[in-house]
């Protein structure tokens, strides 16, 4: 059993930073990839960063490639989304995901994670 918790959401005006976390318990070790993934309401789901745990390699999407980055403190079992020079457009609730799954996946889709948190609210105000 694998539990995410989100915390660190709010509210933030435009070109602002925050600083997202997720905590992980339960069977963590063997997970092949994590990313963060967001919904903004009337949208669907979209992975804007993940990295795989056995290369320490991460992957960005365009929309956040430059402002947002990704990492791990695997002693503390934490992963982080750290955000900067936030737009309107990041609007969204965030989860954070985890998948055991690693033949064939890519983990750029939310459709390819096991496990998700509750979600943290992010608001960005103009």
């Known amino acids: 059993q694998v539990q995410l918790v989100e915390s660190g959401g709010g509210s933030v005006e435009a070109g602002g930073s925050m600083r997202l976390s997720c905590a992980r318990a339960g069977d963590t070790v063997s997970m092949y990839c994590m990313g963060w993934i967001r919904q903004a309401p009337g949208k669907e789901r979209e992975t804007v960063a993940r990295?795989?745990?056995?290369?320490?390699?991460?992957r960005y999407d365009d929309s956040v490639k430059g402002r947002f980055t990704i990492s791990e403190d695997n002693a503390k079992k934490m992963m982080y989304l750290q955000m900067n020079n936030l737009k309107p457009e990041d609007a969204a609730m965030y989860y954070c995901?985890?998948?055991?799954?690693?033949?064939?996946?890519?983990?750029?889709?939310?459709?390819?994670?096991?496990?998700y948190g509750q979600g943290t609210q992010v608001t960005v105000s103009s």
């Open positions: 995901a985890a998948s055991k799954s690693g033949s064939g996946n890519t983990c750029s889709s939310h459709d390819d994670y096991n496990y």
């Open positions: 990295f795989y745990s056995t290369t320490g390699t991460t």
